[in-house]
């Protein structure tokens, strides 16, 4: 029961890899694209014709997903014979779909992964179909937060099926868990000349954050809704530069994890901690190299003039969602609906390490045993919700300019404030001009 409150607690926090920029604002209208729903089924799914309809549906899944999706396409057909469908299942990265479906609507997947941040975006686009079959079904499977993770203007665009959020992974032999909880004691301890105490992601805009939401910043105000408001350029941002300059980029006992160095330094034991998600293990590769000495744990604190403070990363829901160019869009929805029911999360945790949302999934004993999951509800008490906002679009680029920046030397203690305010420009950039 522990463990299904702490699952509980994850979803009502409301968690919402990153967006993409440059999408369009033309909001087709989700009153007619519920309308259309309506209008081909009795509204649970059902197909009131009473004939099985040839339906061919493209589907996108990431490369370690793709034989189980075989799989649960297959069962789908079995269970809804309503349908004849042929299955086009390729494989694109959850990170990849959202860019995939702006740059190129007509030849993109049916259903397919992705952030539940990137929904506003794709909604304002008019490009992401409302999921409205069985809905209350639906519904009843999540706490509040996963729900409202996708939900805009009452209706739901995604089916939440794992959070999405990273954690650090660290090697017991080299550190204790009370050594894992700050990273000045982690980079105190001398681990040998060839071992490397940390590892991060400087040049993704995905983890940066955590470096300046840790020194008190905001990103569109308090509760990241507000599009004119972000003060990444006040002291507590430039006290997030002069740390990662003086304590990441410049010390010998940091390697920035790039191409998965990372991970191959950390199951050669040339590591001794490095920040990511569940993922990271889906293989069972780190397990594997590492034995009982793998642990988890929530992300370290970090001292900032004099005071601990707590490194907060983004966090939202991965889901499955629909075109809303579909031709298919009964059957679209519910294969979206299939793949995240509650075997399939199922599955994909157990053959992928992909944390289910379903809170009927928290009593599971395989979820209880799990160091990665128990990382990941701990990480959930420091996590910051990602902004559903269009807005977000314009964070990713200059984030990530800064990140890579800063690891060039292009960006100093000098120049930290300048750096930052046009950072902040950027980011504001359609509201201010």
């Not at 105190?188 to 060839?194: E, F, I, M, N, P």
């Amino acid at each position: 029961m522990k463990l299904k409150k702490a699952v509980a607690l994850l979803c009502a926090a409301g968690m919402l890899m990153g967006m993409l920029s440059g999408c369009g604002s033309s909001d087709k209208g989700s009153s007619d694209q519920s309308a259309a729903v309506t209008g081909e089924s009795s509204g649970n799914g059902e197909n009131v014709s009473g004939e099985v309809e040839q339906v061919s549906l493209k589907v996108w899944v990431p490369e370690e997903e793709m034989e189980i999706t075989q799989e649960m396409c297959k069962a789908f057909n079995e269970a809804h014979p309503e349908f004849d469908c042929t299955f086009d299942i390729a494989v694109v990265g959850i990170d990849e779909s959202a860019n995939n479906l702006e740059t190129d609507p007509e030849l993109a997947a049916d259903v397919f992964q992705l952030p539940s941040g990137s929904i506003s975006q794709l909604k304002e686009a008019g490009l992401i179909y409302p999921i409205t079959a069985n809905i209350d079904e639906v519904k009843s499977l999540y706490g509040e937060g996963a729900i409202e993770a996708c939900t805009r203007d009452d209706l739901m665009y995604g089916v939440p099926f794992s959070p999405n959020s990273f954690f650090m992974w660290y090697n017991k032999s080299m550190y204790s868990e009370d050594d894992v909880k700050s990273l000045e004691t982690m980079f105190a301890k001398d681990l040998g000349s060839d071992v490397y105490n940390f590892s991060y992601t400087l040049h993704d805009s995905w983890y940066l954050e955590t470096f300046f939401f840790a020194a008190g910043c905001t990103l569109f105000g308090a509760n990241g809704e507000d599009p004119t408001d972000c003060t990444w350029n006040n002291e507590g941002g430039i006290a997030a530069v002069n740390y990662i300059l003086d304590n990441l980029v410049s010390n010998p006992k940091y390697i920035e994890d790039r191409d998965g160095v990372a991970g191959s330094l950390f199951k050669e034991g040339k590591l001794g901690a490095l920040c990511s998600g569940t993922w990271a293990d889906a293989d069972g590769a780190l397990t594997e190299a590492l034995g009982d000495d793998l642990a988890a744990c929530a992300l370290p604190t970090i001292k900032i003039n004099g005071k601990d403070c707590q490194l907060s990363n983004f966090a939202d829901y991965k889901c499955y969602a629909v075109k809303s160019s579909t031709a298919h869009p009964m059957a679209a929805q519910l294969l979206a609906e299939w793949l995240t029911n509650e075997e399939n999360q199922l599955t994909r945790y157990t053959e992928c390490k992909a944390t289910p949302t379903c809170l009927s999934l928290g009593d599971s004993p395989e979820l209880a045993a799990d160091v990665a999951t128990r990382a990941l509800l701990a990480q959930t008490e420091f996590a910051t919700p990602q902004p559903t906002i269009s807005q977000i679009a314009n964070y990713w680029t200059p984030v990530a300019t800064l990140g890579e920046s800063l690891l060039q030397g292009d960006v100093t203690s000098d120049n930290a404030q300048e750096s930052l305010d046009k950072v902040v420009e950027q980011i504001l950039s359609s509201i201010t001009d």
